[in-house]
């Protein structure tokens, strides 16, 4: 009867690793995020471990550790590219939402149709894949990038600006939605899934970046959770029909 009742060793290391990440991801947030952008933070990180369970918590923390340290890796460099020669460190509400809002809606559809949640969670998983791919090519890819192209036009032009990309951010944009895609089910056909549609969601950010923003439009993040938005669209297409 004690042996039914135990919890199995792999659940109780699971278990561990995840208050162990919590931990860490609870400090960074604390130290990078305002503090409501904390709170909203604390509650759309509650809707993905309720509704995507805890592998999408997982992904979650994954991305938001990835992020912060491409934000500030090189920090000085990216910070003379601006015209006030500094590069924001502490996040709001709203880059909290862009970036993971269309994670949270997921889980929260999650949770509601229960029948319906392993797609919710690719979708959720597509867009985080999404974020972390726009999150390393435009941090990362202002650091390694060499040439830099107008998405649009395809025309030289200044790095740093929106809708301007380069081939090394391209390719570390690709690492980003690979690391969220492979570990959410290693090379098996969701995995690719997400993959692609974290990548198209890069690349429409780019492109809005380059229209809608430059023109003052939208804004940048309304950008943001638009190219979420489009992956986890991406998502669902090709898993319906791939």
Known sequence: ??????????????????????????????????????????????????????????????????????????????ANLSPDGKHPQE?????????GGMAAIMGAFAIMDRPGHSLYELMLSASLASALSDTWSSELGMVYGRNFYNILTFKKDQKGLDGVISREGFWLGVAGAAIIALLHGGFSKES????????????????????????????????????TLAAALTGLVLYSYV
Do not use: C
């Open 1 to 78: 009867m004690d042996r039914l009742l135990a919890p199995s060793p792999g659940l109780f290391t699971v278990t561990l690793i995840l208050l162990g990440f919590s931990l860490v991801i609870m400090y960074l947030m604390y130290r990078k995020l305002t503090g409501p952008a904390f709170i909203a933070a604390i509650a759309m990180g509650g809707l993905i471990g309720w509704g995507g369970g805890p592998r999408a918590l997982f992904l979650l923390y994954v991305f938001f550790a990835l992020a912060v340290l491409a934000t500030s890796h090189k920090k000085q460099l990216k």
């Open 192 to 227: 690719w899934v997400i993959l692609v549609a974290g990548v198209t969601g890069n690349l429409a950010d780019s492109l809005m970046g380059a229209s809608m923003e430059r023109k003052h439009m939208i804004g940048n993040d309304m950008v943001n959770f638009l190219s």
């Open 91 to 99: 996040r709001t509400v709203g880059q909290v939402f862009a970036n």
